[in-house]
């Protein structure tokens, strides 16, 4: 019974982790094409401004669900905080490409 929880809150933690670290991605990227678009962007090199940024407070947060909740990490069951972590960034994506797909193939 343990085991099942300790994967249910893993598994819930790194979904919050990934949906979260998606919406982040999400919101750069709509700022970043409004200043691509208005003219503003500023150099070439500036591909994702931020997304290292962005990309290391996501690795300060497994890291401080590591510190915080050890229990999460013992066994297998960081596994389940992986796979919550892809479950909730993929979903972001999955989300993103669905609007895409109707942005770009509007049904008639």
Known sequence: MIDLMR???GLTV?????LGFGLIQNAALRRHEKLQQGGRFRNGWAIMPGSMRRIAYLLIALV????????LFVGASQW????GVIIGYGWVLFRQLLRQRKVSHPIH
Request: proline share 5%; charged share 0%; with cysteine.
């Open 7 to 9: 994967a249910l809150v």
């Open 14 to 18: 790194g979904g919050v982790i990934g």
């Open 64 to 71: 401080a669900v590591q510190v915080l909740c050890p229990l």
């Open 80 to 83: 389940w905080i992986s796979a």
